[in-house]
């Protein structure tokens, strides 16, 4: 899921959250396939911030995310547990990166 | 500097001066009876700047609160005091947190999800005020960073020279740290111990004496933001996992993973969050 501005929602994204009017009231659910209608209304409630389906690529390179994540376990490395967390952390950071 | 004298001036009532008269008439409110939260709601919505930051804030899906809350007596219905309180007071306090550490109110943000979510998964009664403690986690560091600035910036220029974890730069120039304070905090604005306590021992989590399940919960869930490496807490390195703490936790690989995964949804929505 990520937030982007009303004025980059482009047709055929997806809704990961609903979006509500100033009054509460839902004006279209989650799971909305977004058009050119869809923007409009959104557009006239005023909503300006819209959470979509999806990620960006990540910015930077894994091996760079890979050596951070070191860096800031390196106090810890013989603490009990650690290396198990540390573990599973690397493996979430290289499950962003797609099959590399 | 003597803790006493440090301790008289974080319990001061004006120890944070950007909490507004509304919020903090609130703040030193103790639990009152449901009848009186429409006439609690009304005071506070006179503050508009903090209520709309407040409903923007319980509407966001990526708390997950409860539905739609269109007002801030229904927020106190739904959530408590004790939790709109919190947030309250973290949505206070935003901008001297970033200006006490930029990052530090992303840090909060993420360990709040991240509790909130092992909160849930565990089974623990209120989840919504273990995410509020976690919240408020670090907000000792704002009272010490306002009350004492010069020593402040010496506690983090310490921890950047000397490679130490934050609160052990604190605890040598203060003889505590923003834990202790941070307590300090939550009792003087009457918040129940279970959301205190973890505040105050979430480095020592072995400490607690009432909330050893929320206090460990905050424990982990500000280890695991730290090892993602999202946000600023004055240093970045991770610190130990308690043993016992993450043992008794028994937290999955898949929790993990999933806890994780919310974070980086969190992180690619951070203008709609950071409010």
Known sequence: MMTVSIETVRPGMVLAGSVVNEAGMTLFGKGTVITDVVIERMRSAGAALVMIEGRPTPRKPLNEELSMLDERFRMVHEAPHMAEIQEMVRRHIESLYGAQ | ???????????????????????????????????????????????????????????????????????????????????????LLGLSVVEIMEKTMMGLWEHSLFTAIAAKTIAIKKGVP?????????????????????????????????????????????DDIFGLNHSTAGGWLARQWNFPVTLAEPIAYHHKPALTQYAPQQTAIVHVADLLVRARGFGFGGDRLVPPVEPRVWESLRLSEEDIREILDLLEDAAHSVEAITL
């Open chain 2, 1 to 87: 500097m003597k803790p006493q004298e440090i301790r008289a001036k974080i319990e001061s009532l004006d120890a944070i001066p950007a909490i507004s008269p509304v919020v903090r008439r609130l703040l030193l409110t103790v639990e009152r009876p449901t009848a009186s939260y429409t006439e609690l709601g009304e005071i506070i919505s006179k503050d508009q700047a903090i209520t709309a930051k407040l409903l923007r804030m319980v509407n966001s899906p990526i708390y997950g609160f409860p539905g739609r809350i269109s007002s801030v007596s229904q927020a106190l219905i739904l959530l408590g005091l004790h939790v709109v309180k919190g947030i």
């Open chain 2, 126 to 170: 209120e989840p919504e005020e273990v995410m509020t403690s976690a919240l408020l986690h670090d907000i000792g560091k704002v009272a010490l960073k306002i009350n004492f600035p010069a020593e402040y910036d010496q506690a983090l220029s310490l921890a950047d020279s000397r490679d130490l974890l934050i609160r052990k730069a604190e």
